[in-house]
């Protein structure tokens, strides 16, 4: 583990993993006879879609000091990420299957990581006082299920990020395979109530707190549970909403047709903390994400390999089929 300063604008930690496919679009795993490999985790998922949008990110995790750790921490560094202060341990890389579908059959996903090396990390993997140096970090639910040891490491980021002063946006990224409602709803509970921006699927909020009714209701009932963070709720096709203590705002979605589902909700991430570190009002920021997201719908892969330059022509509203 390196002690370099990162001086980066956003850190973010957890796992990523090998993710394996069927070749062509809805081929069926157990018919398959090769699986394509891509590089995917919530957290770097954010790290590599902001870093390619010209901010200078760090992606901080665990992985096995093997060919296939290897392989993921190349692959997020190529797209300009500090991986400088990836622990590297004893262990396996996490995997996941994903079996894509078409209507009316769903996309399946089958996790195999348990005992990752990322599912043992332990809070002193990592160089706390490089906080000092960084203006946001970003953590979801998804790293608290994994293991005891993975929810002391967040905890401890949270507690350090608190007192270096920085701000921190957690998504609760809710897992029903990794944990049921009722293990994961008082940990996010708890997680939420030291955020600066908690962002949630509207679906999980139902899920997790039984809590729904009027949006801006439940905005302003989560922002009080969670001692004054600025909600954003998400709602796929419809938008999303926030509010930040004095102001409600809703932004739509960008329709696209035939959407690749898996990742938007970390490209909306990015694109709303890229433009909250470009210092533009929630509003904005909103829409921004709600354009990164678009933009990875229409294409394969966790990784939303999105430019700025595409991200403002589709703000002008002027998408286009042709570029030459």
């Not at 996490?94 to 005992?115: K, L, S």
């Not at 299920?145 to 490491?153: G, N």
């Not at 954003?232 to 909403?241: F, L, P, R, Y």
Request: charged share 15%; hydrophobic share 40%; with cysteine.
């Amino acid at each position: 583990m390196s002690s370099t300063a990162t001086n980066c604008e956003l850190i973010t930690l957890g796992e990523t993993m090998w993710r394996l496919s069927p070749p062509g679009q809805h081929q069926r795993l157990e018919a398959t006879n090769s699986l394509d490999i891509q590089v995917g985790g919530a957290e770097s998922n954010v790290a590599v879609a902001v870093a390619r949008l010209g901010k200078q990110v760090a992606w901080w995790s665990r992985l096995p000091d093997n060919p296939l750790g290897r392989h993921v921490a190349q692959t997020i560094h190529a797209h300009g990420v500090n991986t400088a202060n990836v622990c590297w341990a004893e262990g396996r890389l996490g995997t996941y299957f994903v079996e894509f579908g078409n209507a009316p059959r769903p996309t399946q996903v089958i996790y195999d990581r348990a005992h990752s090396a990322a599912s043992q990390m332990q809070p002193n993997d990592f160089p706390w006082e490089q906080l000092l140096g960084a203006k946001w970090l970003h953590l979801t639910g998804i790293t608290p299920a994994l293991s005891q040891s993975c929810l002391q490491t967040v905890r401890c980021a949270f507690t350090e990020a608190n007192k270096a002063g920085i701000s921190i946006s957690f998504d609760l990224n809710y897992r029903a395979k990794l944990w049921t409602p009722a293990q994961a709803a008082p940990i996010l509970d708890e997680l939420a109530g030291q955020a600066s921006i908690v962002i949630a699927a509207q679906r999980d909020i139902k899920t997790l707190f039984g809590i729904e009714g009027e949006l801006e209701t439940v905005l302003h009932q989560l922002h009080s549970r969670w001692n004054g963070a600025t909600i954003v709720i998400t709602q796929s096709a419809k938008g999303a909403s926030s509010f930040d203590g004095h102001n409600t705002y809703h932004v739509p979605a960008f329709h696209i047709q035939n959407p690749i589902t898996i990742g938007a909700g970390d490209s909306f991430d990015a694109g709303l903390l890229c433009a909250l570190l470009d210092n533009k009002p929630l509003p904005d920021a909103l829409t921004y994400g709600n354009a990164l997201a678009a933009l990875k719908l229409t294409m394969p892969g966790d990784i939303a390999l999105v430019t700025r330059h595409e991200i403002e022509n589709l703000l002008q509203q002027n998408p286009t089929t042709l570029l030459r």
